[in-house]
């Protein structure tokens, strides 16, 4: 049961919560061991919450899952976890992140409970409403991104990151939609009723305006957010994003993947060295040139 408990809490997808590290390393703050420290806990913190939200959705669409090819094999669906069980620890998660949280800094806490609420409002009720249910998504990683600005001492971090931030998750909650549609088919609806609202030709035309949005978004920090280098060497990463926003619709669209980002990113190693080169690239432009 232990293990169940420990799948169900999907470590995988704490890879997301990495947003938290964005204003640390756009801050220029990398290199300051107490702002490392402070980042580390909201990540732990940011973990330990979106833990308590993956149970309680499992909880919710239990019987849902179960329709599902893929999904019907995670713990609770499949009867390795006890319901129970499940409960106590998303409250004893939720709740030790808020506790924890509120010693270390008030807005922090504060962002955790918003996310919190946001998605018990997502789990129950924003997830069955059309367009709203990606957009409640993409507002949890903008939550994360700023988790990461209240828990340092921010000087030269740029409103356009929260921009960029959002796009680039609605991007790629649009892209879990349509693999949704894609995979499950006539039965999409069964799983999800939300599915039945959607249909592929108009996430491909939402894709196309959030991927647009996000390019320009983050185009338009590199050379005109302030406190950066003069030199506008950091105009030098955008191949990187267009390179990786351009993989990511490959794998959605010729692959037929996008249902797990995080599993992309663990996976394809073309994404995986243009991440890499970025992040190289961002840190020459800000901490050397």
């Given at each position: ?72 094999n995670r713990p609770l669906p499949a009867g390795e976890l006890s319901p129970l069980v499940a409960g106590v620890a998303a409250a004893i998660l939720a709740l030790s992140s808020l506790i924890i949280g509120y010693f270390v800094s008030v ?70 939609r349509r693999h949704e549609l894609a995979l499950l088919g006539n039965n999409a609806a069964n799983h999800r009723s939300i599915l039945e ?93």
């Amino acid at each position: 049961m232990l293990v169940g408990l420990l799948k169900s809490m999907r470590p995988r997808q704490w890879s997301k919560n990495a947003f938290v590290f964005v204003a640390l390393f756009f801050d220029r703050k990398i290199l300051d061991p107490a702002s490392v420290v402070a980042a580390l806990i909201a990540f732990v913190l940011l973990c330990m919450m979106s833990s308590a939200v993956y149970l309680m959705n499992d909880l919710v669409d239990i019987e849902n899952d179960r329709l599902h090819p893929t999904k019907k094999n995670r713990p609770l669906p499949a009867g390795e976890l006890s319901p129970l069980v499940a409960g106590v620890a998303a409250a004893i998660l939720a709740l030790s992140s808020l506790i924890i949280g509120y010693f270390v800094s008030v807005e922090l806490a504060f962002i955790l409970l918003l996310y919190l609420l946001s998605q018990i409002a997502y789990t129950f009720w924003l997830k069955h409403v059309v367009l709203l249910d990606v957009l409640i998504v993409a507002a949890g990683f903008i939550l994360r991104i700023a988790a990461g600005v209240v828990i340092i001492e921010v000087e030269r971090f740029s409103p356009w990151l929260y921009v960029f931030g959002g796009f680039l998750a609605l991007f790629m909650a649009l892209g879990k939609r349509r693999h949704e549609l894609a995979l499950l088919g006539n039965n999409a609806a069964n799983h999800r009723s939300i599915l039945e609202d959607y249909n592929l030709d108009l996430i491909d035309r939402l894709q196309g305006i959030v991927t647009t949005s996000a390019v320009v978004a983050y185009s338009l920090y590199t050379f005109l957010a302030e406190g950066l280098p003069e030199n506008h060497a950091m105009m030098l990463t955008i191949p990187f994003v267009l390179y990786g926003i351009f993989r990511y619709l490959y794998m959605i669209h010729v692959r037929g993947e996008g249902g797990a980002p995080e599993e992309i990113l663990l996976r394809d190693r073309s994404l995986q060295v243009d991440l890499l080169l970025y992040g190289i690239m961002v840190f020459v432009a800000l901490y050397v040139l």
